[in-house]
């Protein structure tokens, strides 16, 4: 069964650290472009990074910039997203996802693979 499968996250006060991670099962990560996305509660799903599968990084959410980095791990068939200085407007449910990489943006594909979401909780 192909499925990314997403752990980290959970409760962190402001202004602390957490690491998510996005494993490949029955997928090979680094021939896809891989994006995280988030969802606040009551907002939409915004995209957050994407890396491409040569390593760039395209974009970042003007919010997150100099703060999150998204990066990849071939060996390990994992993309990481890396998040410090946490806010409490970066709280929601986190997802990985197979997308379009480009400088507007993680794009969702019709037949893109998701994670599962994580929850990712900043408050002091």
């Known amino acids: 069964q192909v499925q990314l499968v997403q752990s980290g996250g959970g409760l962190v006060q402001p202004g602390g650290a957490l690491t998510l991670s996005c494993a490949g099962s029955?997928?090979?990560?680094?021939?896809?472009?891989i994006g995280w996305f988030r969802q606040a509660p009551g907002k939409e799903r915004e995209g957050i990074s994407c890396?491409?599968?040569?390593?760039?990084?395209?974009y970042n959410l003007d919010s997150v910039k100099g703060r999150f980095t998204i990066s990849r791990d071939r060996a390990a068939n994992l993309v990481w997203l890396q998040m410090n200085s946490l806010q409490p407007d970066d709280t929601g449910i986190y997802y990985c996802?197979?997308?379009?990489?480009?400088?507007?943006?993680?794009?969702?594909?019709?037949?893109?693979?998701w994670g599962q979401g994580t929850q990712v909780t900043v408050s002091s």
């Open positions: 996802a197979t997308v379009a990489c480009g400088k507007n943006g993680p794009g969702k594909l019709i037949e893109g693979y």
């Open positions: 029955g997928l090979t990560l680094e021939y896809h472009a």
């Open positions: 890396i491409t599968t040569s390593g760039k990084v395209p």
